[in-house]
């Protein structure tokens, strides 16, 4: 999907969505540059990590970016090893907190 509206409106109509990420994307219905600068694409994971503004959407640090990855991560281990584990840390970053708890992506 790259329709950055389409996207936009699929995480706003999600029934469980966080409130704070809700109440973002609210604030931000009809504003073009700021839907696009959320949602043109994914957070990459780089060298340095996942690394990205605190905000909802894609190209966002939060809750379901974060669960995204991990589950990415779980499904590369477990297809290359029998036994996987893996240590995770999360975002000590005040706006961050609870985000260790598991959250399903839009």
């Known amino acids: ?5 389409d996207l936009y409106n699929r995480w706003l109509a999600q029934p469980d969505l966080d409130d704070a990420v809700k109440a973002e994307l609210v ?9 696009t600068d959320r949602f043109y694409r994914d957070l990459e994971f780089g060298t340095g990590g996942l690394r990205g503004v ?7 640090m939060n809750v379901y970016t974060v669960a995204r990855a991990s589950q990415g991560l779980a499904d590369y ?3 290359r090893f029998s036994a996987p584990s893996a ?3 999360y975002d000590s970053r005040p706006a961050q907190k609870g ?8």
């Open 54 to 60: 605190i905000g909802a959407g894609s190209n966002r």
């Open 87 to 89: 240590v995770i840390g």
């Open 1 to 5: 999907m790259n329709n950055t509206n």
């Open 77 to 79: 281990l477990n297809r």
């Open 99 to 106: 985000s260790h708890r598991p959250r399903q992506p839009p």
């Open 27 to 35: 604030s931000i219905a009809g504003d073009s540059d700021a839907v």
